[in-house]
Nanobody
Framework: QLQFVESGGGLVQPGGSLRLACVGD????????VGWFRQAPGKEREGVSC????????HYVDSVKGRFTISRDNAKNTLFLRMNSLPPADTVIYYC?????????????????????WGQGTQVTVSS
């Protein structure tokens, strides 16, 4: 199973920013389409933002458009998520994962639950 290590979460005030990072544990990311997912208590896990192998195909869920920016640095084997203008509703654990297919546009695969063993994620808490 591919394992990812997420970091960068923390406590931030409403309207603040955070930058999450995700590193592949023992494998390279550059041949995978990958994404950030989150799951609020009592809700299904949702794809927040996804990016294909080249970085040219990107998808955002409507609630984060204009506020979040996904990027990848294949040389550093790292996936990033820049989050701006955070409201309290964005208080959840964020996870990264490979998408179900790296050959299908991420607009489709970002809405599909990856077949992975989820890591611990990184907690984002937006509170004053």
């Amino acid at each position: 199973q591919l394992q990812f290590v997420e970091s960068g979460g923390g406590l931030v005030q409403p309207g603040g920013s955070l930058r999450l990072a995700c590193v592949g544990d023992g494998f390279t990311l550059d041949y995978l389409s990958v994404g950030w997912f989150r799951q609020a208590p009592g809700k299904e896990r949702e794809g927040v933002s996804c990016i294909n192998t080249s970085g040219e195909n990107i998808h955002y869920v409507d609630s984060v458009k204009g506020r979040f920016t996904i990027s990848r640095d294949n040389a550093k084997n790292t996936l990033f998520l820049r989050m701006n203008s955070l409201p309290p509703a964005d208080t959840v654990i964020y996870y990264c994962a490979p998408l179900v297919s790296s050959l299908t546009p991420v607009q489709t695969t970002c809405t599909m639950t990856p077949f992975v063993s989820w890591g611990q994620g990184t907690q984002v808490t937006v509170s004053s």
